[in-house]
């Protein structure tokens, strides 16, 4: 091993064994604290005397054979280079120790008392043997770690020393500088012996550091490095060889540290530690495992019972060690290591007492309920009262995790079922923020609170907010019917009450209509009998959807920037500002609605509560998916479901699902969004208004599969819903065209003809556009782009690119159909830079694909997407479907042409290549098996095309086999000729 930055030391013991060669002895004391390298320079000094010809007598002490008498001198008499004489003379001090063994007894030895005359005639015998030896040849003694040695051997050592000059003898003794005052009397003895020497063993510089890294892994480290492992370690070598055994060092490119909280400590690091401390004396092991417990020296005296100078002297030792700097752990593994080698008990009654200490000391809240929290708890009557002073601290510093943990354990020790309700209460609350599922383990105790009376008003009405959120529709229902009893008021739930209908309708069926029949905005009483109201801001914020669902838009868009301004963040100004937003997002405010977006976007990226912000993410992508900025809302709900997983949104994740569904769906991504719905949903989901945008988006999706009946069932259920809980309005989910759509696909023209006339004539904004341009699809030829033309024109008033692309999309296909080439090119590059701007690819795609029209068919196509959102041909091309002819709906699903007539039929190809005699061998597969052919030929896995369509692998499996019979085909590469997809058109 080389031995860095100890030059010096080398050089005296090499000075001093030439003066032992030449028969002249003495004493070598090599000192330092645990760790340093003594035995390292004992080893070496050992090396060289052997190359001279010297005789070796060597013994090392151990905290383990304190007890044992002599045992340095017989570890010393019994080396390689003994006599026989010298083994006798120990073993006949050890038996005159221990008693005969005809049980005589054992004489104790507990201290530094005198060797018994009888013992002392034995050591001048053995004395008299080492002599002779060193007439032969120079005799080296060496002792490592001699303050581990027996009492008796450190008698014998001095009775040896005394009578060494001049010798042709050298003792080198090793002792830690650790050692504590209690066992001094060698140590003075050592000082006042003539002819020693003493060598100071001290911890690397910086340079030494870096000198030892560069040996081990084999290249010199950055300053910034070298600094970080000496401030780790304190310069001690032991330490530093443990940290660098791990292998964040090694390879060609070692991952080098800036700071010491970089460095992995591994087992070896900790072990070093515990082996330095415990090695110590008593009161230096404590001091370090109090230190451990406490975080710093305050009161250490008084919880550990040592006198101040102890626990400052532990502290200097502890810090020379490498352990400390100051009253600080220079590594955190090193404390971690010591409380994990604290027995739990002692560790508890540790914590105990230094609360009650810092309690007494009027210390903060936060300080005293950590030493409470780590004892797990107090039987001190003022525990209960500081552990949620403490909670509601941290809970104003976003240390949720702390405030729930001391709400806890004070609830668990709380002697009156109300106050352990109230404490339950205010956990959920804050368990909520971080995560609403670990929320939803405290509502049946706390229902049971309510119905025994054991809850105030407003954490009732808090509980029924999270009974909503979690589906349990019926139980809040019931709270909000009746209250249970004295101290609940129809007042406390008047809040609840106001909003809740909005987004949980069936929970509310008696609410009053005056707001719902109400033009002019005139709200209604929620007063109770003592008239009290609640908060002007829930009142307010209770208004919003319902100016929205009444077409009061812009009254909706001014209530919400009234909320959103000066916004508390707290729990019930994070439920206004999710209103607020989603009330100008339904209200087709979009740059207002982007502008608070950001504005709570950057509140919330301080915060520390998940669910706040994975609240304001779900909306703020709904808003970016309604203005057609496709990346933003895939990044924002991928964001909403970082901070909340889907588990944890209870029927609030069908808003969510929906935007991810529907955002991938427009994008073209159809795995992706499969994947969304086969996430599990709660049932009662689709009993709330986040179960009508879920349908909506399922529906889409499935149009754009080609699944019309489907689609229709789910378009059908929103307007159902809608109607029932009086909320049709299409700004909020527009159901009609939607469904009119589905009906064209199924070739009912007149079904859709009648929805899109019904929305075109009640409703404007955005829902004007999505009509019109359904009503261009059921239009002649000449009437279509006029119509086409207003829809884009409504489309770019309101801010959404998406629709606004395929509306420009259409328009291209109506001009080309009109011979008008010059506004098709015109409106073809407008759509392809909106649809590129939105990224939307299948908008691109239907671009790309479209053929040649016929300028005399003067007949209207099929849309080639769902009105509502999402694309028909591209979409059904890359999942798998029959692309359509021009003027065609696309295959399986083949509806009547708007006006009557048979669908088109689709033109041989200018290359005479045989797409449609393929395209008419399909025609023996069913519809489902068309489907699985079409997703195989693209080059989907079994596993994937059952995602993508909601069926098993097995069902997938079984499709094929029969598709391959029918078509005569034997592997999936002579289907994909036989089966015509993108390229073939």
């Keep these: ?46 090396e060289q005397a052997a190359q001279a010809g010297a005789v070796l007598l060597t013994a090392v002490g151990s905290s383990s054979e304190r007890s044992l008498p002599y045992g340095i001198l017989a570890q010393l008499s019994n080396s390689p280079a003994g006599t026989p004489t010298m083994a006798e003379l120990a073993r006949r001090l050890q038996d005159g120790v221990n008693g005969d063994r005809d049980g005589h007894g054992t004489r104790a030895v507990t201290g530094e008392e005198p060797v018994a005359p009888r013992e002392a005639a034995v050591l001048d015998l053995l004395w008299t043997e080492l002599r002779r030896v060193a007439e032969g040849r120079p005799v080296l003694i060496g002792v490592d770690d001699v303050h581990f040695a027996d009492p008796l051997s450190r008698q014998a050592l001095l009775y040896f020393l005394r009578r060494s000059w001049p010798s042709r003898t050298l003792f080198v003794i090793s002792e830690s500088a650790d050692a504590w005052p209690g066992h001094s009397a060698l140590r003075s003895e050592l000082l006042r012996m003539p002819h020693r020497c003493r060598l100071r063993v001290r911890p690397l510089s910086a340079a030494g550091v870096a000198e030892v890294v560069r040996a081990h892994v084999g290249m010199p480290p950055p300053s910034t490095a070298a600094r970080a492992y000496r401030a780790a370690t304190g310069g001690n070598p032991l330490f530093l060889r443990a940290l660098l055994d791990d292998d964040h060092v090694q390879g060609d490119v070692p991952a080098w540290p800036s700071l010491p909280e970089d460095l992995h400590a591994s087992d070896l690091y900790t072990q070093a530690v515990l082996a330095c401390v415990n090695a110590g004396a008593a009161p230096m092991a404590a001091v370090a495992r109090g230190l451990a417990v406490l975080g710093d020296a305050t009161g250490l005296d008084r919880v550990l019972d040592l006198d101040t100078p102890v626990v400052e002297l532990a502290v200097r030792r502890l810090t020379s060690m490498g352990v400390l700097d100051g009253a600080r752990f220079r590594h955190p593994a090193a404390r971690a290591a010591l409380l994990d080698d604290l027995p739990p008990r002692e560790r508890a009654r540790l914590h105990r007492r230094a609360g009650q200490l810092l309690y007494e000391r009027g210390a903060p809240a936060t300080d005293v309920a950590r030493h409470v929290l780590a004892a797990g708890g107090s039987d001190e009557p003022w525990a209960g009262r500081v552990l949620v002073e403490a909670a509601a601290q941290a809970s104003t510093s976003s240390d949720l995790e702390g405030a729930v943990a001391a ?47 054991q809850l105030s008003g407003s954490d009732t009405a808090e509980l029924v907010g999270f009974l909503l959120w979690h589906g349990q529709l019926d139980e809040a229902g019931t709270l909000l019917a009746s209250p249970p009893g004295p101290d609940v008021t129809r007042a406390d739930l008047a809040e609840v009450r106001e909003w809740s209908w909005m987004s949980f309708p069936s929970v509310a069926p008696e609410r009053s209509r005056a707001l719902a029949g109400s033009a002019a ?26 100016s929205v669902v009444a077409g009061r838009f812009e009254q909706a868009s001014r209530a919400a920037e009234r909320l959103l301004d000066g ?30 977006a950001t504005r709570l976007a950057a509140t919330m990226s301080t915060s520390e509560a998940p ?35 889907p588990h944890g949104w209870g029927v609030v994740v069908g808003l969510p699902l929906a935007t991810q569904a529907a955002t991938a769906t427009a994008m073209g991504d159809y795995l992706r969004a499969a994947q969304a719905f086969a996430v599990k949903v709660p049932e009662t989901m689709y009993e709330t208004r986040f179960g009508l945008h879920y349908l909506h988006a399922r529906g889409t999706y499935n149009l754009s599969l080609g699944r019309a009946r489907a689609a229709l069932g789910d378009f059908l259920a929103c307007a159902h819903r809608m109607r029932s809980w009086d909320l049709d309005h299409p700004a909020l989910v527009p159901w009609r065209t939607a469904a009119a759509e589905a009906y064209l696909r199924l070739g009912d023209p007149d079904q859709a003809r009648g929805l899109a006339q019904e929305q075109l004539a009640r409703f404007g904004g955005r829902s004007r556009g999505l009509s019109l341009r359904l009503m261009a699809a059921l239009s002649p030829g000449p009437r279509r782009a006029p119509l086409l033309e207003e829809a884009a024109d409504v489309f770019a008033q309101w801010g959404d690119r998406l629709q606004l692309a395929w509306t420009l999309a259409d328009l291209d296909r109506a001009y080309r159909e009109l011979g008008n080439g010059d506004e098709a090119r015109h409106a073809r590059s407008r759509a392809m830079r909106v649809a590129d701007a939105c990224h939307a690819a299948p908008v691109v795609q239907s671009l790309l694909d479209v053929p040649s029209a016929d300028p005399g068919a003067g007949r209207a196509a099929v849309p080639r997407q769902p009105v509502a959102s999402g694309p028909d041909r591209p979409a059904k091309a890359a999942a798998g479907m029959v692309p359509p002819a021009p003027g065609a709906a696309a295959r399986p699903v083949e509806p009547a042409r708007p006006g009557g007539g048979a669908p088109a039929t689709r033109p041989a190809r200018e290359d005479g290549s045989d797409a449609p005699a393929r395209n008419a061998g399909l025609d023996a597969l069913s519809t489902a098996e068309q489907r699985v052919a079409f997703l195989a030929a693209l080059g989907h896995s079994n ?18 086999t029969r598709v391959y019979r029918k078509l005569d085909v034997r592997s999936r590469k002579e289907l994909t000729g036989a089966v015509p997809t993108n390229e073939d058109r």
């Design 521 to 546: 905005g005139v709200g209604v009483s929620t007063a109770d009998a003592a008239g009290r109201r609640p908060p002007a801001r829930t009142s307010e914020r209770a208004m919003l959807l319902e």
């Design 943 to 960: 596993r994937e095309i059952a995602t993508c369509l909601f069926i098993t692998v097995s069902t997938v499996e079984q499709h094929l």
């Design 407 to 453: 709400l806890e354990l004070a609830a668990g020790s709380a002697r009156h079922a109300a106050r352990r309700a109230e404490l339950t209460a205010s956990m959920a609350r804050l368990e909520w923020r971080a995560n609403p599922a670990a929320a939803a383990r405290h509502l049946s105790q706390l229902t049971a609170a309510v119905h025994a009376g």
């Design 567 to 596: 916004l508390e963040l707290d729990d019930a100004g994070v439920d206004s500002a999710v209103a607020a937003l989603a009330a100008m997002t339904f209200a087709e405010r979009y740059d207002r609605a982007s502008y608070w």
């Design 611 to 645: 669910t706040w912000r994975a609240r304001v993410a779900a909306v703020s992508a709904e808003l970016a998916f309604r203005k057609g900025d496709l990346p933003a809302a895939r990044r924002l709900v991928d964001e909403a479901f970082t901070h909340v997983p």
């Design 1 to 46: 091993m080389v031995l860095v930055e100890r030059g010096r030391e080398l050089s005296s013991l090499t000075s001093l064994l030439d003066r032992l060669v030449h028969g002249l002895g003495g004493l070598i004391v090599i000192s330092g604290s645990l760790g340093m390298g003594k035995s390292e320079l004992l080893l070496a000094c050992a």
